[in-house]
């Protein structure tokens, strides 16, 4: 299949394209390339490239940063995808596109379904929902997934801030009133390929298996990183007063996923053994 993949520098996208490079024709572009705001940026490089698929792995993604720059956070992350969303139908090509555990308010209690109902509880959620609502009402070919709490070799994340800091600090203080589960991207480029490849459309939840607070995922990482000497303690989201509000419990049900493809992700923990392995490891040919 001829797929192109955007934001291609990103966690996420880079992630795709070396996956999918294996087995299909790939090409990416990232903001360098083109402005996902700008409709005719979007037709041009879905023009030159002329994919069968194009998967949007780009996105503004700085969550805090969204409450202040709330202009350019829906241009990217609605409008952006509305563009795609209209190009694709136009062309007959596939559009992948990836949203948030962050579109629900997390009060449920239980696992979020892929219909449950979106209640945004800040800026980011809300531009993702928008953009979901984009999508769907343009109506291209779509799979739309769903993920949370991502991390990978190529982006700030959690995990890289809470070494880096650690390194530095000794002492910690993480968030334990946010549950969700942490999500390795090699993990879900993998998910999604599988999606791909099935043939799979409309809205699916990916997520590694399991969950855990920040300071749960914190304490992990720290304890197979070896660093004993940190001074880790639990907060809660009060006292840290970030700019966005953040679900309490945004666990994503994947029993979709699951019933689809007969596969379930890996627990969160083996994903982040393996990461902080693969991180250490210099990136062979
Ligand atoms: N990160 C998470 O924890 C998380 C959780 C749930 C869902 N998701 C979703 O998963 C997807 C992938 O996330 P990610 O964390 O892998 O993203 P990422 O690492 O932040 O990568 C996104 C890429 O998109 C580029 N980009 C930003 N604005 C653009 C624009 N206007 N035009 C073209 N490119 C633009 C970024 O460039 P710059 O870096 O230069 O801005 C970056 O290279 C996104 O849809 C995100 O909303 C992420």
Redesign the pocket.
């Known amino acids: 299949m001829r797929i192109l993949v ?2 291609d ?5 880079s992630d795709l394209c070396r996956l999918l490079a294996a087995s299909h024709e790939v090409t990416g572009a ?2 360098d390339d ?4 700008s409709f005719s940026d979007c037709r041009s490089i879905v023009a030159e490239r002329d994919p069968e698929a194009v998967i ?6 700085n969550v805090d940063a969204c409450e202040t720059d709330r202009d350019r956070c829906f241009q ?2 609605a409008e ?1 995808v509305g563009h795609l969303a209209r190009i694709c139908r136009e062309r007959g090509a596939l559009l992948v ?6 579109v629900f308010d997390g009060t449920k209690g239980t696992p979020y379904e892929e219909d449950d109902p979106c209640r945004p509880v800040s800026a980011y959620g809300s531009s ?1 929902h928008l953009g979901e609502c984009r999508l769907l009402e343009e109506g291209p070919e779509f799979l739309l997934v769903r ?4 991390y ?1 070799l ?2 700030k ?1 959690f995990v890289e801030t809470i070494l880096a800091k650690a390194k530095r600090e000794k002492v910690l203080r993480v968030v334990d009133d946010q549950v969700g589960s942490p999500t390795c ?1 090699t993990d879900l480029a993998a998910a999604v390929k599988i999606l791909v490849e099935g043939g799979r459309r409309g809205i699916f939840h990916v997520t590694n298996r399991g969950t855990c607070s920040w300071y749960r995922f914190a304490e992990k990482i720290l304890a197979l990183s070896g660093m004993k000497d940190v001074d880790l303690s639990p907060m809660t989201s009060e006292e840290l007063g970030r700019p966005a509000h953040r679900p309490a419990w945004s666990v994503l049900s994947t029993r979709k996923f699951t019933g689809a493809t007969g596969k379930t992700l890996r627990f969160w923990q083996v994903a982040l053994e393996d990461y902080l392995r693969s991180r250490r490891e210099p990136a062979g040919d």
Do not use: E, P, Q
């Not at 949007?56 to 993604?61: L, R």
């Not at 596109?97 to 962050?102: E, G």
């Open positions: 955007l934001g520098r990103g966690m996420l996208g990232d903001i083109f402005d996902l705001t949007n792995a780009a996105a503004y993604t990217v992350n952006g596109h990836f949203s948030t555990d962050y993702k993920t949370a709490w991502l990978g190529n982006g994340n991207t």
